[in-house]
């Protein structure tokens, strides 16, 4: 597949599934000491994250992690438990293929030939935007990590998991999926991130520390995974950021990171409000159709300073000081329900070692 997003641009991708622990990618990366694997078990909390732009697709495919964009950090955790044991891995998850996959990243790159416990708690909202698929991965990476040692930084980590981040398909095989580099900047360190190419972590700030967070999940049955996924991000989406990057680019700049600075929530959301008519942002909401632009208009119209859909959706962010009942009063005539209430997490990963416990 060949793919023209403008001038002197032009991909071609083999978009093939393969077996977990194939196609590994290491980048020449190694442990910083010699490993200590720890006695104890390490659980590991991660933050979902709210991914809102890529700043370029013409800069990223899969393979090719980059392209820039912004999230941030929501209190909705993934639990990881691990444990370094003798003997084969034993995993309790229902996310098996792409664990299986990283394990071996990890294997490969920091040289342990142990086995690992491993216990994967998920939350209940898959591929709707949240990043379940980057925030279990993130959560693994650090719990093997701290397993062994901490022999790897924060950075590498964040390398090894973009140049090796992978979905599953129906047949148990993997593919390599899109990658920016947001989730683990945002679940690793909380609050938002603003990220360059090649997952180039530019700019972190605490947000939206004292408001509360709604997220709305219409239903759709436009399908927001796999080859559906990849013909929106690698055509339609392109071409638009094509026109509009250096837009996009200059409103972070110029606007966003100097609200963030400021702690001006509605800036923010006046920002990330004309970036969703923009670029590849655009692209993502009209895969679903004009029925997201009409509930976000909605929510804007009653004046809710932030209101924004979470990567190719369909979830929709809402971050107020105003109540559950007034975001209430504005979805329920349009047939539409709060699926969480939350907060922003400007926390981070939280790692625990728990004495006397088996993963």
Known sequence: MKIRGGDLDLVEYDFSPFNPGERVQTLGIRPSAP????????????PSRIHLTVLDMNRFAPERPGGGGVGFAIALPLTVDIRCIDGPDDIRSNRLPIIHHFLEVFRQASGYTGGFSIRAEIHGYPHVGLGSTSTVLIALAHGLNAAVGSPFSNTQLRLLLGHNYVEETHEGEIAFGFETGVGPAASTYGGMAVMGDRLTLVYHHPFAEKE??????????????????FDLLMNRARSLDYQDRELKAYMILMDLIPALERGDLRKVGDVLWEIEFRGSKRAEIEHHTFSIYTYMSRLRDAGFEFVGMSSVGPSIAVITTRTREDVEAVIAPLGLEIAIETTTDNTGVVIEHLEDQVA
């Open 212 to 229: 509360r967070v709604f997220i709305i999940i219409p239903a759709s049955d436009i399908s927001s995974a796999g080859a559906k996924e």
């Open 35 to 46: 490993l200590q694997p720890v006695g104890e078990t390490v659980r590991v909390r991660a």
